[in-house]
């Protein structure tokens, strides 16, 4: 049985020096507590401050989501009331089962207040902790405020809030063919079989068989891609620039409102496939529905040049365009791992002091390669292209980020800084594993004062815009994508 | 077993002619076949054309999905080389299994070219129909390319492209704590309960007991906005106008840009919940965080008063309005039921000829009620707040349609027309029931030429962002909110 107490204090700083003694304390073993944490109230402030005893958390803790929410409830009242779920939920009600009612949230509210503080204890029923705090800060402990959690409310607390109980097991379902999405693109997933994740379960352990998995998952693309130009009467020219091969595809028609622009692709593959001139795939799209010309980068790709080595190709590249046209005059992206090279050249252009593009594309960026995100969990095993993070996906990421960190913003951009960036336009669908990592580039964007615009496809997975040709959505993606380049490039 | 046949006409028009001829042949019993198709291509169109024998498509038939693909591989050129999965699937490939081989694809494509037209039957192997058919036409039959699938390819053929085959069962899988969203979302969603769809069977069957579950649902939720409005200083004031409930909620501090503008507030809640004073939880949220004038709707609704008098009291309200105010110093909006009473309106004004508001707020609006789009499948049980689509809510919808067809315009508004619509901001999260409905409106207001904005908040569910106050996400929403208002209203 445990006992949630709460000592007020009349200024605002005692409570933080009595969490520091007690960490002490707990840290020589004199004392026993089970969580703790503080609230700081500073005068003229309109919330207190709030903070968790981080070393004390030990098997008993109940751990952030639980102050969290408790302080919640108590100082900033967040409120579930909009929606069903949560009415039947009832939040304030679900603190009661646990002990902690309204006369004890009444009370903690009365009496914690501006330029006061409080420290919480969550004790075994009947320790002396706090006595013996007491004694050590010789008779300068606040008032008590108590409330007693007997066993039952104690195990439906720690049901509720034990950090190791909050992920949830979620149940098979049925999902029908995507009919939010045009007839087309339904028609084109519905033929798909489903995905399988233990099909992708690739992980090439030598360079030797990196190389020869390559080969075989970029086979035919080279015929597609040259299949592709031909149909769209789109030239593509083989060049070097600064010792990188590159790729001019220039459409049959060019809008004359962009005749002087340039779109700089960085496709996409997962930082290892479509190599060569297959990295000219999306390029050939991009020029023919954009009407643009596009300058395709075969950056070189592991397992031969682990990260760096791609975005410094691409920087190479860009930094020898500006010699010759302003930079306004540029777009640049692509989709999946090309989106993460545009997004971590772009932040590199940025602490270097160079002029950024006039304009952006993130199709579907690999934004944030740590499996983080919502998508990576709910779309597993739904998106029909990417199908999972853990297997080959997952394999080729730590290939390219070479034994740094996943979190690294080398790695992943999205954790890296935004201010700056130009216009950009994001492309996602609802069954796209990355889903999360663009919605979230996008937010990231917007709160740094980006012009950011997200398009989410109903029925569609990763990159299916550029996949799934002539459909409705593919077209209207391209569209978008002349429209904001009309719009920002100058 | 099966066999394909293709026969080529040396006009774009034959084809067609024996297609309706197999048709009517069909009808008549004399001929029998398991499906079929045509292509035709006009002279100087760049692509042919493709049609579907609809009445022929019996028990036997591979429908769309079959037919779309096919024309797609032989004319339309679809690519799926792009991404990881597709390529592992290897999609020409697919198709070879299915005794559809190079050759085939290749014969097909030598001749049937511009300006012919080609008609593509499936029958059980040995059958006379094609026979028949010359029969019928006298000699005006056009040159046969064929392929004959073995009991094998027919079998992997009907399992990939089977119309009653198409849906994928989803396993179960592990979801944690979002941690793409803020520290304090994440802690906010992971003290929830996982979502229980068996816990939201609630289908009230009378009058009576419709009441009651509303207010056993609505319970507590007027003590809360009057201590929300109190917490934050709003005021707010109960009026009429033109015989509605509504509510003049104003806050402490109203930005000077804003002084002249007003926000008309339609709640949320399903159609039925938050009536009364209650329909100002949000309106006050919105008054404190836009800093703006917010006038909050108390429409009336079912079990009393279904589909259309909400949209009627609404309409009076704002009609009344706009006898004192232009149309473009008004923005007009509200979350999940609220965001469908704005679409439904703004529609139902256009129609009707009278000045749209200058600018929409639509959050995770409710704007397909008929159980299309991904995230009703995706989100089913994920959604903490919503939960499902099949229990409470169905019946709200139900009860509001009252007899309608839910794809009804009056009661899924994503069905009508949004030309002419004002600049429109929406929001949804990764994990809301109503993210597909999110996305899939806002394609369409792009698709309208409307100027839309859509914000995907990781990690959240159906209205999260002004169910969890606080978070950095519901704080970004009405920031964003506020900044739309100032941009678009005059």
């Not at 409310?153 to 992920?167: D, I, P, S, V």
């Not at 050249?345 to 740590?370: K, W, Y």
């Not at 990576?376 to 080959?392: H, K, M």
Request: with cysteine; glycine share 10%.
């Amino acid at each position: 049985m445990a006992t949630l107490t709460v000592w007020k204090f009349d200024n605002p700083t005692s409570a933080g020096e009595a969490l520091d003694k007690l960490e002490s304390l707990q840290k020589q073993q004199l004392i026993e507590i089970q969580d703790a944490a503080v609230v700081e109230w500073q005068p003229g402030e309109k919330e207190p401050k709030t903070r968790q005893a981080v070393s004390l958390t030990g098997p008993g803790a109940l751990g952030g989501a639980f102050w969290g929410m408790l302080f919640g409830l108590l100082f900033f009242m967040p409120f579930f009331g909009m929606a069903v779920g949560a009415v039947l939920g009832a939040f304030a009600g679900r603190y009661s089962d646990y002990g902690i009612d309204d006369n004890f949230i009444k009370s903690v509210r009365a009496k914690v207040t501006e330029g006061t503080s409080a420290l919480f204890l969550l004790t075994v029923t009947g320790s002396a902790a706090a006595d013996k705090l007491q004694d050590e800060l010789k008779g300068k402990m606040g008032s008590l405020i108590e409330s007693n959690l007997t066993n039952v409310q104690e195990a439906k607390l720690r049901e509720a809030f034990g950090e190791q109980k909050t992920a949830w097991q979620i149940g098979p379902r049925t999902l029908p063919p995507p009919d939010g999405a045009s007839d087309f693109m339904r028609d084109a997933i519905a033929i798909t079989p489903q995905p399988d994740p233990a099909k992708v379960q690739i992980e090439p352990q030598s360079e030797a068989e990196w190389l020869a998995v390559i080969a075989q998952l970029d086979e035919g693309k080279l015929d597609m891609a040259r299949e592709i130009s031909k149909q769209f009467s789109v030239s593509v020219e083989h060049d070097m620039i600064e010792g990188v091969n590159v790729y001019h595809v220039t459409p049959s028609e060019i809008d004359p409102r962009l005749e002087d622009k340039l779109f700089v692709h960085t496709h996409g593959g997962a930082f290892v496939l479509n190599g060569g001139e297959v990295c000219t795939l999306e390029a050939i799209v991009i020029a023919h529905l954009a009407k643009v010309r596009v300058l395709s980068i075969d950056y070189r790709m592991p397992p031969l040049h682990p990260a760096p080595t791609a975005r410094n190709d691409v920087l190479s590249v860009y930094q020898h365009l500006l010699k010759t046209r302003p930079a306004r005059s540029v777009a640049m992206g692509g989709s999946s791992g090309g989106a993460n090279l545009t997004m971590g050249l772009v932040q590199h252009l940025i602490e270097l002091g160079i002029d950024v593009p006039g304009a952006l594309f993130l199709g579907t960026p690999g934004a944030d390669m740590s499996k983080t995100g919502d998508s990576w969990y709910i779309n597993d095993g739904i998106d029909r292209n990417l199908v999972t993070y853990d297997g080959f996906v997952a394999a080729c990421i730590r290939l390219y980020a070479n034994g740094r960190d996943l979190k690294d913003t080398l790695v992943s951009p999205l954790y890296g800084d935004f201010h700056g960036f130009p216009p950009t336009l994001l492309i996602t669908g609802t069954r796209d594993l990355l889903l999360s990592a663009t919605a979230r580039t996008h937010i990231k964007l917007h709160q740094a004062g980006v012009v950011a615009d997200i398009l989410v496809y109903d029925g569609t997975a990763h990159a299916d815009y550029v996949g799934v040709l002539g459909s409705p959505e593919s077209d209207h993606a391209f569209a978008e994508l002349k429209a904001f380049l009309l719009q920002h490039l100058q």
